[in-house]
Every structure is written in structure tokens, then in C-alpha cells.
């Protein structure tokens, strides 16, 4: 059988983002920057570093802006070059050339296995990555790149797990499944938000989704779910009964840059890796901590 390669990615970005309000009134979530990156050019450059060349961005009103981000400015490129800043202009072109953008709206936010239905007509009849826009992996190997891996030696869908505290279940999609190989299970649960009695496990479900297209037909039959939204995970489990589903255990660590405190803690992560901030974040943060 041949192998079917992931060639688009789909960033469901159509959120309202009220977990981050009042900084999301006007600015969409996937702008606010970590450090001097907005979240979603760092999602751009994980997609762009597994080899995937197109991004079908999901988008609602008021977030236009996700999209220009990725344009060439070139009134703001000519002025940096008068100014002698080469080294900066080279930086925001290359940004605009690490993939074509496309961007779709959803007029509703009906909930993320809705936001991904928006993609149908450009996916087509294709596997496809799904990295959810305010989900950050840092890794040595981009964390799409191992799912993609994993896809193309077992050809099923895969979503990346990550071990949470008991405590923590009941905020994530929870997995149950049996060990194929170290880091790779074969699913055979998946809860949305379960009470802890009642999880299959630790093991969450992130932002990282590598998906046969079969899900688009099981998620226009789908009903809204838990929030009254269109549920991925229910259409997930449904495809996981059908065709199979694998869980694999990235290799990294995530930050959800969509709630206050995994923010901070992505600035933080990514400003101590930074070598003109580092040091200066160290001696101030031993100050604080005093
Ligand atoms: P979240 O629940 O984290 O995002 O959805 P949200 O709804 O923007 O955030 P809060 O809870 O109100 O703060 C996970 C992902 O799915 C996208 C979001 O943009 C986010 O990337 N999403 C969610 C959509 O694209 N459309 C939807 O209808 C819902």
C-alpha cells in the first residue's frame, strides 16, 4: 500500500478565547505574544519544521488579523530596509514564506469538531495534522513530526497524550488503550472531561492530531456534546471503534497558552532559552522569589 503523506494542517483558531478576557477582547488569543512570537507563529514554524507546506487556518469575527499576520507587509518591509535593519525585514519575510496560509471561517463557534468540518472541502480525501491554535509543544523534534512518524508506520489516526494529575482529569479529553509499543497505545476509550472515578486513565489528550479523513462524515452526523458544542473527541471515539486509534506520548513539553497561568509559563520556558534574556530572567526571578 502506498503511503498516504500528511501534506495540510488545519489550526482551529475560531475560539472566543474567554478564559483569557479582558486581553482577548480585541486581540485573538493566537497573537498574544511568547516573548516576541505570537503563539501561532511558533504552531506556523512547528507545522512548517514537519514538513507540512499548507495551513488551512479557522477563523471567526474579529480575528482577521491571525491571517495578515502571515502576509508580506511591505510598506513595513521597505521601511525596515531603509532603516538598516536587514536582519529583522529577512526575519518577517521568512514568516510569510514558511507556508501558504488559507484561512476559513466559522461563522459559529459551534465547538472544535465543528471548527474542523470547516476544513472539509480543503482537505478532501486526505489524512490530516490538527494543532490547536493556542497549544504550544516544545520539543527537540517538532511534536507533529513524531505523530507523523507514528502515522506512517501504522496508518491510523493518532492524538498526543500527556500524563496529567488525578486531580486534573475531569478539565481533558482521558484515553484508556493497551501498549503497542513504548510511547504508542492502541486506544480502545476516550472520555471527554470524565469525573476521576469514572477515567480510563491519567492520560490526556492535547492539541496534536494526526486524523484519517473518515472523521468529516462521522462529525456531520455528530451531536453537540458536553457545552452543547460539536465534541471532536465524541467523533474520535466513534472512529476509534470503526478503524482504530492510536494515543502516543509525545516527547516534550506542552504549554496551554490559552489559560493565564500556562502562558506565563511558556513566556518563561521560551524567555530562558532566549541567551539576551536568559540571565537577566534568572537574577531577576531569584529576586522575586527571595
Ligand atoms: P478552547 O475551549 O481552548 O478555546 O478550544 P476557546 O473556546 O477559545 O477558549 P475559552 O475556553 O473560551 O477560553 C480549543 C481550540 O478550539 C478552537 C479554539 O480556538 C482553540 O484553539 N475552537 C473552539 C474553535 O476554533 N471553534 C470553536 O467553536 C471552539
Redesign the pocket.
Known amino acids: 500500500m502506498s503511503k498516504k503523506l500528511i501534506k495540510k494542517a488545519v489550526?482551529?483558531?475560531?475560539?472566543?478565547?474567554?478564559?483569557?478576557?479582558p486581553a482577548?477582547k480585541s486581540v485573538p488569543?493566537?497573537l498574544l505574544p511568547i516573548v516576541d512570537m505570537p503563539t501561532i507563529q511558533l504552531i506556523v514554524e512547528e507545522i512548517a519544521s514537519s514538513g507540512i507546506e499548507t495551513v488551512i487556518l479557522?477563523?471567526?469575527k474579529g480575528k482577521a488579523s491571525i491571517a495578515d499576520h502571515f502576509d508580506v507587509n511591505s510598506d513595513l518591509h521597505k521601511k525596515l530596509l531603509e532603516d538598516g535593519k536587514h536582519e529583522l525585514a529577512a526575519k518577517l519575510k521568512e514568516t510569510s514564506e514558511m507556508v501558504n496560509v488559507v484561512t476559513v471561517r466559522?461563522g459559529?463557534?459551534?465547538?472544535?469538531g465543528?471548527?474542523?468540518l470547516?476544513a472539509r472541502d480543503l482537505i478532501g480525501d486526505e489524512p490530516f495534522a490538527v494543532l490547536?491554535?493556542?497549544?504550544l509543544v516544545d520539543s527537540k523534534i517538532p511534536c507533529t513530526k513524531q505523530m507523523i512518524d507514528v502515522y506512517e508506520k501504522y496508518n491510523k489516526s493518532v492524538v498526543a497524550l500527556m500524563e496529567v494529575e488525578e486531580r486534573d482529569v475531569s478539565k481533558f479529553g482521558i484515553c484508556g488503550g493497551t501498549d503497542l509499543e513504548e510511547n504508542v497505545l492502541e486506544l480502545n476509550k476516550m472520555i471527554e472531561k470524565p469525573a476521576p472515578d469514572i477515567a480510563p486513565s491519567k492520560l490526556a489528550i492535547v492539541?496534536r492530531y494526526i486524523l484519517e479523513p473518515k472523521i468529516f462524515e462521522i462529525l456531520e452526523s455528530t451531536d453537540p456534546g458536553t457545552g452543547n458544542?460539536?465534541q471532536l473527541t465524541d467523533a474520535m471515539s466513534k472512529l476509534m471503534a470503526s478503524d482504530g486509534f492510536l494515543g502516543y506520548k509525545f516527547k516534550g513539553e506542552r504549554f496551554?497558552a490559552?489559560?493565564k497561568l500556562g502562558f506565563v509559563k511558556a513566556n518563561i520556558n521560551f524567555a530562558l532559552k532566549r541567551p539576551e534574556i536568559a540571565p537577566h530572567l534568572v537574577e531577576y526571578m531569584k529576586k522575586c522569589i527571595k
Open positions: 489550526i482551529p483558531a475560531a475560539g472566543l478565547g474567554t478564559r483569557f478576557l482577548t488569543k493566537e479557522i477563523t471567526s466559522q459559529v463557534p459551534r465547538g472544535l465543528h471548527a474542523v470547516c490547536l491554535g493556542d497549544d492539541g458544542e460539536i496551554d490559552g489559560d
